[in-house]
């Protein structure tokens, strides 16, 4: 059984106190953040949040009248309401007394009585589930899935890149690399596999760490990490170099049907950018739309490459948001992973459009809305304008 808290992953024992729920752990600390947010303060990585998923220690969604929180500083948050937050104090109260002269007055001022504590039922399920003792690991139950009827007409529209607007087909390493030989001063007469071993000694240290930081590294950076020790030289910019790598070893093609929704999301003036995880420049992914005859219907393409963050992390999309002149609740994010795209949008308060043409399982996050073709994103969408 997961011992950590679920909003922030302190592991028990590097905390002062953890209470368990029927569905989700949480830390003295983090009931800590939740009070003070309630009473009006800033909570560094943590907010108050009005998007329409539900709590998960209770189900209840904001709509019902109570306010959510979310530590956004986690890549796949979980979020809690005030009613469960009330609940959960007042075990840690009764488990720690001592705690009652610093939280009270904050209890106080923040809670309004008649608005948390009307569900007795739940409460005793909480209470009773809390004050058990760990002994079994119980199965997973099964969260409340965000549903349509959450959706709401969007003023702007962002999408993936890869697998969602254009097909990967391949990606050829060496041939980009003996695109560089060619062109590079390599005095010392490396070779391709010699070039593919740094990169691959490279990738296998920092790979690693750019997903367990949810950052991206610039490619020039790396580039010169590979070239500069080896002697090579050039006689081109960088981005020439990068281009000219990405030329020689990508394959991509249309996604079905894509060209025509695009240019009827055109006709009807929706605003549309896209957000792509990259290890390549926006000019460079840019290039590769232009070459498919998509860039014209685009305010901008963001690649992570250019922005440090990457998906799941929601600043990029709170970026993007902005930058397309909207908040992100205003706004639906199109992707083909559950993983990254559909946790993106969660984290950045989004609506989630899963486009799955393959109909894979759901590996990460649900979404609001499934798709399997562009045609039925583009009736999904005219159902609201």
Not at 209 to 230: C, D, M, N, S
Not at 300 to 309: N, Q
Request: proline share 6%; with cysteine; glycine share 6%.
């Amino acid at each position: 059984m997961n011992t950590s808290c679920s909003f922030c992953g302190t592991p028990s024992g590097q905390v002062e106190k953890i209470l368990f729920g029927p569905e989700v752990n949480i830390c003295s600390d983090c009931i800590r953040s939740c009070l003070n947010l309630l009473e009006g303060q800033h909570v560094p990585g943590w907010s108050i949040t009005s998007t329409p998923q539900r709590c998960d220690a209770c189900g209840r969604r904001p709509s019902e009248g109570y306010r959510h929180f979310v530590n956004r500083s986690l890549p796949l948050p979980h979020r809690i309401c005030e009613h469960c937050i009330s609940i959960f104090t007042d075990t840690l109260l009764k488990e720690i007394p001592s705690l009652e002269e610093e939280l009270q007055d904050i209890i106080e001022r923040a809670f309004l009585k008649h608005e948390v504590r009307e569900d007795l039922e739940l409460e005793a399920e909480l209470r009773t589930t809390m004050l058990t003792a760990m002994e079994t690991e119980e199965a997973p139950t099964e969260q409340p899935k965000p549903v349509l009827s959450d959706l709401k007409k969007p003023l702007g529209l962002l999408f993936d890149l890869g697998d969602t607007l254009l097909t990967y087909n391949g990606f050829d390493p060496k041939a980009g690399t003996a695109a560089i030989l060619e062109i590079a001063e390599n005095t010392k007469g490396y070779s391709v596999q010699d070039i593919d071993q740094r990169i691959e000694r490279i990738n296998k240290d920092l790979i690693p760490r750019r997903e367990a930081a949810q950052v991206e590294f610039h490619p020039h950076t790396v580039q010169r990490h590979i070239y500069e020790p080896l002697g090579f030289k050039f006689d081109r910019s960088e981005e020439e170099v990068e281009l000219l790598f990405w030329q020689a070893s990508m394959s991509w093609s249309l996604e079905p049907d894509v060209k025509e929704t695009l240019e009827a999301l055109t006709r009807l003036e929706v605003p549309l950018g896209i957000v792509s995880n990259a290890a390549f420049c926006s000019k460079t992914l840019l290039w590769e739309l232009a070459n498919h005859g998509l860039e014209a219907h685009f305010q901008f393409l963001m690649s992570s490459a250019d922005y440090w963050v990457r998906k799941p992390h929601p600043l990029i999309l709170d970026t993007a948001a902005l930058k397309l002149g909207f908040e992100a609740h205003d706004l639906w994010y199109i992707g083909n992973s559950p993983q990254y795209d559909m946790a993106a949008a969660h984290n950045a308060g989004m609506a989630a459009i899963w486009y799955n043409r393959q109909q894979a399982p759901c590996d990460g996050p649900e979404p609001h809305v499934e798709i399997q073709g562009w045609k039925e994103f583009l009736d999904l969408v005219q159902k609201f304008y």
